[in-house]
């Protein structure tokens, strides 16, 4: 497997559910930045987690990163067919998002 | 403030052509990263540029690929004698000084196919 990989690959939901996404990688990190794009965009960012930090809230995102697993989520609540999209998970293991590593992402499908 | 800007946005070039992506940073950004994404997958880091300097291109193909950003003008990833292979989108990013908690701003994208 490669650096970076999310699980699941695929989740459809109904609005108003959450959604979860993890991502495992295998190197040392400084930090781990998950992004959105929408089908045919470009990426967007959402939240950046130092390796030092275990958990980050930006509204109804929540993420989490477990250094001893190697692996981090992404929790996103109350979801609406907006946040229909694929989820990217990026590690930067030289501090400066010179040489970001993404994963294949998770694509999510939310439904009214 | 405009995002980085990327252009063409769709770019369809045959075998053997050349295929020129151009890229702007956001503004007051000194450096630029080039990624390209094939169907279905993630990105994959291709070089990191900074003005008039390339930093590290350890993700770029051997043959046919160069990038170069001019101390002047957009930064251009040059791709020679396409083949069907290269089809992808390619994304430019942008970000100021790097450091610990640096975020990169991505471009829309060029795609490009290969007829």
């Known amino acids: 497997s490669q650096q970076g990989e999310e699980d699941p690959q695929a989740l459809s939901i109904q609005e108003g559910e959450n959604a979860t996404m993890n991502c495992s990688y295998k190197t040392s990190i400084n930090n781990l930045q998950w992004y959105r794009q929408n089908s045919g965009r470009g990426l967007v960012h959402l939240i950046l987690?130092?390796?030092?930090?275990r958990e980050k809230h930006s509204g109804r995102l929540r993420v989490t990163l477990d250094t001893s697993k190697k692996s981090s989520s992404l929790l996103i609540t109350a979801s609406r067919a907006a946040d229909t999209a694929s989820y990217f998970c990026a590690t930067d293991d030289t501090g400066t998002a010179s040489k970001l590593t993404f994963g294949t992402g998770t694509r999510l499908q939310v439904t009214l | 403030n405009a995002g980085v800007m990327q252009n063409p946005r769709h770019l369809v070039r045959r075998r053997g052509q050349e295929a020129r992506l151009r890229c702007s940073p956001m503004?007051?950004?000194?450096?630029v990263y080039w990624y390209r994404q094939l169907p279905e997958e993630g990105l994959k880091f291709m070089v990191y540029l900074q003005k008039e300097n390339i930093i590290d291109e350890s993700g770029m193909p051997k043959e046919r690929f160069s990038a170069e950003f001019p101390k002047e003008g957009p930064s251009i990833l040059r791709i020679q004698q396409v083949v069907r292979g290269d089809s992808a989108a390619y994304f430019c990013?942008?970000?100021?000084?790097?450091?610990?908690?640096?975020?990169?701003?991505f471009g829309q994208g060029t795609r490009l196919t290969v007829v």
């Open positions: 990013a942008s970000s100021p000084l790097p450091g610990p908690d640096t975020e990169a701003f």
């Open positions: 503004k007051g950004h000194s450096h």
């Open positions: 987690i130092r390796s030092n930090e």
